[in-house]
């Protein structure tokens, strides 16, 4: 047990060490507020990312510091002329919100930002993630950022698999994201993991080749980058995609049981990847996704099916199916199930598969 408590101790602080150093040896992410220490600026950006890209927030934030420059200006302005520049961004209540807490900062706090998060996290429109970047980013505070790329970082270099969005997921990461958070450096470490995700271990093709962490990522070592974070409210999309690889080795293909509480519980499946939209697959992106998330560096590409669908109660399920030969297993493959191929037939399948499976075309090349 305490060997364990070290280890667990050890891999912490590895990790905080490892993506300090890639902050300030690597990271060229460049935001005209990064490195703000006026807390009223750094406010302002936040609320207009909340629910907004950065590509698009962007110049809405610059416009914004252009016409008012100081929180007191911004507390004076008529709510039409804040409104008009708001234009675009949609969900205005975060704008109402704005101008509501300017003036009650104005008014009450003789125009100084508070510098307390309990008094930050107090104020209308900041809930515990924009308080926590206020704090930490203008006043170096220990308060760690908790968002989606943190929890993405977090789930995938520890191995979690607890819905984020569940209230033990919440409650588990925002105790690990404080574990973990350098806090003599708070405002640096919180940049630092949400450049991180943003850049690095993005949800889609994350440059884990490349990744500073990846010796110690649990996600990388066990081929399970693409299945975490784990989400409850999957369940609720209409519309998903799922593409499957057909990884075959020396006869053999890996197969994975679904255990997760989702579709086709307990049924079995290849190495899959679900996206929010539809992508584009050719040789060229399947080598690159092959090499930078599994560590597949040759392989030969069999074929590439045609677009599959199955409609169920709620949702409608789209996909294609993959077949690649290695030469070698990888070692985030190793801990799968690998099955003689004449063996596959009598394993329970969902229709989605065996719709695929099924196609005489494929049955000399398959089996």
């Known amino acids: 047990m305490i060997f364990e408590y070290f280890t667990h101790t050890m891999k912490k602080e590895k990790f905080t060490q490892s993506l300090m150093q890639w902050h300030l040896q690597t990271n060229n992410r460049i935001m005209p507020w990064k490195g703000e220490k006026d807390p009223y600026k750094i406010w302002l950006s936040e609320i207009i990312l909340q629910q907004t890209r950065v590509e698009q927030g962007w110049s809405y934030y610059e416009k914004f510091i252009q016409q008012y420059p100081t929180i007191q200006q911004l507390a004076k302005a008529k709510d039409e002329q804040v409104f008009k520049l708001w234009e675009g961004l949609g969900y205005y209540n975060r704008c109402k919100n704005l101008l509501f807490t300017a003036r009650l900062i104005t008014n009450k706090y003789k125009g100084k930002f508070p510098n307390q998060y309990d008094t930050i996290i107090s104020l209308k429109g900041i809930g515990p993630y924009t308080a926590a970047a206020i704090a930490s980013f203008a006043y170096n505070l220990p308060y760690a950022v908790v968002d989606g790329n943190v929890f ?216």
């Open 152 to 367: 993405r970082v977090l789930s995938r270099f520890f191995g979690i698999d607890t819905a984020i969005d569940s209230a033990k997921g919440k409650n588990e990461f925002s105790i690990l994201a404080n574990d973990v958070l350098d806090k003599k450096n708070s405002g640096l470490y919180n940049q630092a993991i949400m450049d991180f995700g943003a850049t690095v271990c993005k949800p889609m093709l994350p440059t884990c080749s490349h990744c500073p962490l990846k010796k110690n990522c649990i996600a990388f070592k066990t081929g399970k980058v693409n299945h975490l974070p784990v989400k409850e409210k999957v369940l609720q999309k209409k519309n998903r995609w799922l593409y499957y690889f057909l990884f075959e080795h020396n006869n053999s293909i890996l197969v994975n049981k679904r255990s997760a509480k989702d579709i086709w519980e307990n049924l079995f499946e290849f190495y899959f990847l679900e996206t929010d939209a539809q992508q584009k697959w050719n040789n060229h992106y399947i080598n690159d996704w092959m090499k930078q998330q599994l560590g597949i560096k040759k392989a030969n590409i069999i074929h590439i099916s045609e677009i599959f669908s199955q409609q169920l109660t709620h949702q409608n399920i789209k996909g294609q199916f993959i077949k690649i030969k290695l030469s070698i297993i990888p070692s985030a493959l190793k801990h799968y199930q690998w099955m003689d191929k004449r063996s596959i037939k009598k394993l329970a399948f969902p229709k989605f598969i065996n719709q695929y499976l099924e196609q005489s075309y494929l049955q000399s090349n398959l089996f």
